[in-house]
C-alpha cells in the first residue's frame, strides 16, 4: 500500500509539473503576440536607445547601444564627464570618472555573466529550450497594483532572472534578479512602463525604473549599423 501511495503521489507530482511547463508556455505565446509576434521579435539585430534621467538634481544622458548576442555599452554623461559600462562575449569594463576613476576597470566574472545574459535581444523567452534557458511559472504577484505572472528564467549561464507579466496586456512589467555592485551580491529590480512601437514596429518601454531614478527615453533605434569595435574598452 505505501508503495502504490508513493508511485501514486509521483504521478500526481509528475502532472502538476506538465500543467506549470504548458501554462507557462501559454503564457509565453500571448507575450509573443503582445510584442508583435515571434517572427517579429526573431528579427531584431541591433538597438540604439537614448534617454536620461535626473539623479539627485543632476541631468543625466543615457545611450545604450545593443547587438544580439555580441554586446552592450552605455554611454553615460553627467556633469560634465563622459562615463561608460561596455561588455562583449569575452570581457567587460566599466569606467566613471564621476566616481574619480582613473582608469577603467574589469568586470567581475559574476558581473559579465550577468550582463552577458541580456545580450539577447529578442528575449530570453524566445526559442528557450535551444538556448538552454529553462522556464518555471512562480505563481502570480501584484506589480504596481495589477495582477501579474511570474516566470523564473535559468540561463545557460547559470544566471536567473524572474519576469513579471502583466496578465491584461502580456507585457513585461517587472523583472528582479541578482547583481554584483561593489562586490557584494544584491537584488535588483526594474520596473517597465510607457510600452510603444518604435518607427520599425517593434514595441518597447520607454520609461524603466530602477533604485537610482527612472529612464526616460525619447528615441530608440533597431537594425540600425553597429560596428563591434564599440563593444572593446
Known sequence: ?????????????????????????????????????????????????????????????????????????????????????????????????????????????????AKQALFDLQGPFVNYKEKGNTVELKGSEKVEGADNWNLLVTYKNGKSMNFYIDKNTYRVTKTKAAVLANGEEKSEELLFADYKQNADGYWFPYSVTNDRGTILYSNIETNIPVDEKVFNK
Open 1 to 113: 500500500m505505501k508503495f502504490f501511495k508513493l508511485l501514486l503521489s509521483a504521478i500526481i507530482a509528475l502532472s502538476a509539473l506538465n500543467l506549470s511547463a504548458q501554462t507557462a508556455d501559454e503564457i509565453i505565446t500571448k507575450h509573443f503576440d503582445a510584442m508583435g509576434g515571434k517572427d517579429k521579435m526573431l528579427s531584431l539585430k541591433t538597438v540604439k536607445l537614448t534617454g536620461g534621467m535626473n539623479v539627485n538634481g543632476a541631468d543625466v544622458s543615457i545611450v545604450g547601444t545593443r547587438s544580439h548576442n555580441i554586446g552592450s555599452r552605455n554611454d553615460i554623461e553627467v556633469m560634465g564627464t563622459s562615463n561608460y559600462e561596455v561588455a562583449n562575449n569575452k570581457e567587460g569594463w566599466t569606467f566613471f570618472p564621476i566616481f574619480r576613476m582613473d582608469e577603467p576597470r574589469a568586470m567581475e566574472s559574476g558581473e559579465l555573466a
